[in-house]
C-alpha cells in the first residue's frame, strides 16, 4: 500500500501499470502523469463539458483493463490514446454537431465579428476550412489524423493506438493526405463556398 | 509530418486546461475505484434484472450455514452448521456464487490539503456467475473506520455510513486469463508446480525476476479474493504458493474474525508483511493480513496491521437479488477500447481451437478425482522457454456466448 506520492518519477507508465496491480491506488500517479494531455486531445475533439467525462471514463477504462496492458511497452500514451479514441466514437454525434458549427461559423455571420472575437473563433475553434475538410473524412480518418495532428502521436503509436499495424497506418494516411489536399486545396479560409457533406 | 497534417497541427484548437475541480473528481472517482476494486474485478455491463434471490447451499469458512437443501448437495437441514470438510459447494451453471467478507484496508489520499490516510472498513457481498455466462453483482456496506496506527482519524474519513450496489458485468472473452469464476478455477491444474508456473504466466507473462515472484503471489491471492474452486484446486494452489521464493508459511495467524489459520504471506517491497490465511484441512482462504515488519520514515511501529479482512461465508444462489440504485457498469460495451496495445503484428494462434466447455465437464455431482482429462489445459507449453507476451496468454476457457449477459 504504497501512497502515490511514493511513486518516483524515473519508473516508467509500464512498471507503474504492473505495480498498480498489486497497489490499485498506484494507478492514480498515471492519471496525474496524462490527465491533462488526455483532456486537452479529448476537449479539442468534442469541446469542454464531454472532455471532462471522458477524461475521466478513460483512467477508469485503463484502470479496469490494466492486467492486460502490455508491458513491452514503456509509455502508456499510445494505450490511454486508444481508449480515448475509441470514447470519443461513442459522442460521434456531438462530434459531428461541433464540427459542422465550426464549419459554419463564418459563412453564417460574414464579417460580422470585430478582431477580438474573431481571434477567439480561430483560437479556441477550429478554423472553418479545417472543420469543413474534417466533415469530409470518414470517423476512422478523422481518428487516425486527429491521433497523429493533435495527440502528436508517432506513426508506430498511432498504429498501437487503433490496435493496427503500422503499416496500414501508413497507407491510410498516404490516402488521407490525397484527399486532405483535395479538401483543402484553393479553398479560401473564409470563402462562402457553399461544402456539401 | 506532411503539409497537410501540419496543416492540422497548427491550427488544433485552443482548449482551456482542465478545470481542476472536475480533474480532482475525476482522480477521486478513480481512487475510489482502485480501494474498492482491490483484487481483480471484473469489467462491467449492463444488469439484468432478476428477481429475489433463493438461497440453496452455504459452506462456511468455519461459520457456515446451509439454509436449505438442494438436489444432489451435501443437504443438511436449514440452519445447520456444516462442518468445513464435510460440505463442498457443487455450483451450476447459471448459478451464483456469493462471497460474503469484512474488510479493513489502507486508504491513503492526497488532495489540495494535504495527505491524509486512515484504515477504511467495509462489510461487502458480492454475486459472480459460476460461469461468468451472467453479470454479477456487488453489495459495499461501509463499517466504522479505524484510525491510522499512531494517527488521528481526517475528517473525512467519518462520512463511512452507507451502501452501494454496483453491477459486475461479465466479459469473459475480454478476461482470458484473468478470469476468476467458478468455471475457470475448476480447471486450474490440480498439479502444484505446474500451477505455480501458471500464476507467473498470469502475473507477469512468465519473465522471471525478484518482481515476477512478487507478482506470482499477488496472482494467488487474485485468485482466491471472494472466490470459490474445489478443494482439488485450493489443495494445489495452497502448495503452489508456498513454492513461490520468498513466501513463509506461519501458524495460528488470525483473521478478523478471530478464526485461526495457517498463513503464507511475503515481505512486500515497503517492509510490510502481506499474508493470506487460510483454513489449514480446507484450505479455503480466510482472509489477508497485512502487518509492518520494518521501521521505515513515516511508516508505523513494526507489528501494526495495515490490512485485516476476512471471507464470512460462501454460498451458491440461483437468482440475483432485486437491489435497488444499481450503479452500472458499462466497460464491457467498450471492449475495444480496453484491449492492450498491439504493437505489432503478432501471430496468435487463435483462441479458436477446440477446447472442452469447462461447465459440462466439470460441474458434474462428483468430480473425477483423478482425471486430468478434466483440464483442457493445452496451454503448458508456451510458459518454459519463451515468454509470451501477456496477450498470448492461454485461454482455457473462452466462454463466448454469454446469454444473459449481453
Redesign the interface.
Known sequence: ??????IPETLDDSALI?Q???D??C??AL??RH??EI??YA??RLG?EP??DV??EV???????R???????PDAR??LY??A???VA?HRRAERRRINA?AKVSVERPGTFDERSADRVT?????PR?ARALTRLSAAERDL??L???A?LTY?DA???L?V??GTVRSR?HR??VK??RA?GGIDPFAEEPQHG | MDDEIRTFADGAPDVPPYWPEARAKARERLLREAREGRGFRFPRLGWQAVAAFGVTVALVGGVAVVLSGQPGGPGPGVGTSVALTTGELDPRPGQFIVVESDTMYTSESVDGSGHSRWLYRTHRKIWRSADASANGLLLIEGREPKPYPGEALPEQARDWRGSDWMQLASCPGRLAAWRTDYAYLSVLPTDPVILRKRLYERASGGKPGADADKQAFVAAGDLLRETYMPKEQRDALFMAIGGIPGVKAAQNVEDSAGRKGVALGRDSDNGTLEQLIFDPESHLLLGERVTVIAQKDGRPPVGSVLALTAQLNVSVVDKLPDAPNVAADGSCSVEQASASPQPTTVPTPGPTDPQPAPTEAVLTEEPATDEPAAEPAPTEPNITEAPAPVDDAPEPAPMEDSPAGS
Open positions: 500500500m504504497v501512497g502515490v506520492q511514493d504492473a498498480s496491480m498489486a490499485p491506488e494507478f492514480a492519471f496525474d490527465a491533462d483532456h486537452r476537449a479539442r469542454q472532455a471532462e477524461t475521466g483512467f477508469l477504462v485503463a484502470f479496469r483493463s492486467a492486460r496492458y502490455d508491458r513491452s511497452w499510445p494505450w486508444g481508449i479514441t475509441k470514447l461513442q465550426m483560437a479556441e475553434q477550429l478554423q479545417l489524423l486527429l497523429v495532428a493533435w502528436d508506430e498504429a498501437v493506438a490496435g499495424p503500422v494516411l488521407l493526405r486532405l489536399r483543402l
